[in-house]
């Protein structure tokens, strides 16, 4: 089905047919690249990405930093290493990185680095090749250097030095044995000394067995510059147009999340009235410009859909309300499930805050929508026209719940978007060095290796038999940072099975260990427990500051509900501007942090450790 001439023969056969065979590589950074070029663009900056000059002191300080998630070539945790310990300040570096970062050529990293920064001297091997090897410090990285060291040290032609490259990359004994001989007579010839000669094509020999080909090395570290020279300059467009591209891939997502953390740049929730379907750029006049989730990566929804959602939108202003949308909108591209991903990710807020109502009311929502098309197509209006009626309607037709409690709320959410984007389930338990727990981004940044404490909720678990025949599981992990997996062995997941199929946060001990090359540590556990009990465990008590006595019922029902524990708990009472009054709670509670939000949200309390 293809509009060119293909054929299915192998690349020798097609050559001694006198065709020629080019690679056509299709990368989808380009595209980001161009999406990125657009983004900027609507600032009123053009950039000409043929036209970047090749000095730019902002790229170079971020690639010295390997602050390169996202930089095509440059973002495995090897080649961050590389870059940390090179310190690139050319084009040129990047080009001879990204030659030498793969199997064989690797050895030759610490050696260019070294040499780079004068802590190795510099051979070039003989006078009549200098200029061939001082860009790469006397180390042969490209089969261009083979071929033209040929030429120069041999007197080969540039034909017969290709023919050279490709004799060694083949290991053709006896093919390699007459190439031998004519390198070293063709040095001696143009005085070289014999066993110089000899030396030389041993090197050539090794070197060119995993020999980089230039051209393609440097269009590829081209690419790498230009991605790198749009994250140092306009990070926000850069991480818009890379997020746009992975729009259905959570696990891309979560890690692009991370680096907008890390970069100071603000996601902004998915909403009815302010997102696109893709993720898009917002500018807003106080605050910097931050990006905005695209509906489409919200889970089930389709960007059909949400493309259709957002013209609706277009065409008839912003939505007044949850009815005021499904009423809009074409019933053929709505159905409930959508409603209820779209309900559970957030994307109503603005209107309603209530999640757990909207996403009981999906089907109500869908009904309207299939309603109000048939009012549309019949002709017909609706029986009461303007907002007194539209907000009849609301009252009439949305369920009268109340809203999810938190963890149940970001339980949902994570469900619809993949991540906790609004919050995270470990927020409830404030500062947890307390209990002497790291944040996995802390484990990743350090590289630490030994023992240490991890907290995270299970978001996936997969269990199979150890080659002895024992069960054991490996286990996804989110704390606020991001996802770690940590692997519980037989003895271990047999005593704690309970406690990982609970769907609440917990507290790991873990032995972190690296494996050589490794971009994420091996995290194995010998203990864990409940996050809650410890964390309840670790507060001496709180002080409840009240302006009345109204919500005191509230209180007593949320410690009563936890039950009895080692917490103190004070009362303060402000008697209507009166001398303070301090009320200590006879016994203590297990102030379980859930507990502790829950106070902390009834209004008119104020709540502070002790």
Same mark, same amino acid.
């Given at each position: ?37 657009? !983004? ?15 000095? =730019? ?59 780079? +920064?004068?802590?190795?001297?510099? =051979? ?27 030429? *120069? ?20 004994? #006896? ?59 306009? $990070? ?33 929730? $998915? ?91 999906? *089907? ?47 339980? +949902?959410?994570? *469900? ?31 590289? !630490? ?16 038999? #150890? ?90 029902? !949320? ?52």
């Amino acid at each position: 089905r293809s509009d060119i001439p293909v054929t299915q023969f192998s690349m020798k056969y097609v050559e001694e047919a006198g065709l020629v065979k080019f690679d056509f590589l299709g990368l989808k950074t380009l595209t980001v690249l161009a999406k990125a070029c657009e !983004l900027i663009a609507q600032t009123g900056t053009r950039i000409d990405l043929a036209a970047l000059p090749l000095d =730019d002191r902002k790229t170079f300080e971020m690639l010295c930093r390997a602050e390169t998630a996202g930089v095509f070539q440059l973002e495995s945790s090897g080649m961050r290493d590389a870059l940390r310990r090179l310190r690139p300040d050319r084009f040129e570096d990047i080009i001879a990185v990204v030659a030498l970062f793969r199997p064989g050529p690797m050895e030759n990293i610490p050696s260019y680095i070294a040499r780079k +920064h004068g802590e190795e001297p510099i =051979d070039t091997l003989h006078p009549s090749i200098a200029d061939i090897l001082t860009e790469t410090y006397g180390i042969m990285i490209y089969q261009e250097q083979v071929m033209q060291i040929a030429q *120069e040290l041999a007197g080969y032609s540039l034909g017969k030095a290709d023919l050279l490259r490709r004799a060694m990359g083949k290991k053709i004994k #006896s093919e390699m044995e007459a190439q031998r001989h004519d390198f070293i007579e063709g040095a001696v010839v143009r005085g070289v000394p014999q066993r110089k000669a000899e030396t030389i094509f041993a090197l050539v020999d090794k070197f060119a067995g995993y020999g980089f080909n230039k051209s393609h090395a440097a269009a590829y570290a081209l690419v790498a510059y230009q991605t790198a020279f749009l994250k140092a300059n306009f $990070p926000v467009e850069f991480m818009a147009a890379t997020m746009i591209y992975d729009t259905h891939n959570t696990d891309k997502l979560n890690q692009h999340r991370q680096e907008l953390q890390r970069l100071g740049i603000e996601l902004l929730p $998915p909403d009815i009235n302010r997102s696109q379907a893709t993720f898009s750029v917002e500018r807003r006049e106080d605050k910097p410009a931050a990006i905005r989730y695209g509906l489409a990566a919200v889970k089930n929804v389709g960007g059909g859909a949400m493309g259709a959602l957002v013209q609706a939108r277009g065409e008839s202003g912003p939505f007044k309300s949850v009815m005021d949308f499904a009423r809009r909108l074409d019933a053929r591209l709505i159905n409930k499930r959508q409603v209820e991903s779209l309900a559970a990710a957030g994307v109503f807020d603005n209107l309603d805050s209530n999640r757990a109502r909207l996403f009981a009311a999906a *089907e109500t929502l869908v009904r309207c929508a299939a309603a109000e098309s048939q009012r549309r197509e019949c002709g017909q209006g609706l029986l009461f026209d303007g907002e007194q009626a539209e907000a009849e309607q609301d009252r009439l037709q949305l369920p009268l719940l109340e809203d999810w409690p938190t963890m149940e709320r970001l339980r +949902h959410e994570f *469900e619809a978007i993949g991540f906790y984007l609004s919050a995270h389930p470990l927020d409830a338990y404030g500062n947890l060095t307390k209990l002497e727990v790291l944040p996995y981004s802390e484990v990743l940044r350090t590289k !630490l290796s030994g023992r240490c404490k991890l907290a995270g909720i299970v978001i996936g678990k997969r269990e199979l038999n #150890s080659r002895k025949g024992n069960r054991m599981a490996f286990v996804q992990c989110s704390d606020a940072g991001g996802v770690f997996e940590v692997t519980l062995f037989s003895e271990v997941l047999s005593r704690s099975r309970d406690l990982l199929d609970a769907a609440e946060p917990l507290l790991f001990n873990v032995t972190v260990e690296w494996m050589p090359g490794a971009e994420q540590p091996r995290l194995t556990v010998h203990d864990l427990e409940s996050l809650e009990i410890r964390a309840a465990e670790a507060v001496r008590g709180i002080r409840v500051f009240l302006d009345d006595v109204g919500p005191l019922n509230s209180i007593r029902s !949320l410690l009563e509900r936890d039950g009895k524990g080692r917490g103190k708990v004070v009362l303060l009472l402000d008697l209507e501007g009166k001398q303070e009054v301090e009320v200590k709670l006879p016994g203590g509670y297990r102030l379980s942090p859930s507990a502790y939000q829950a106070i902390k949200a009834i209004p008119g309390v104020v709540t502070q450790d002790f």
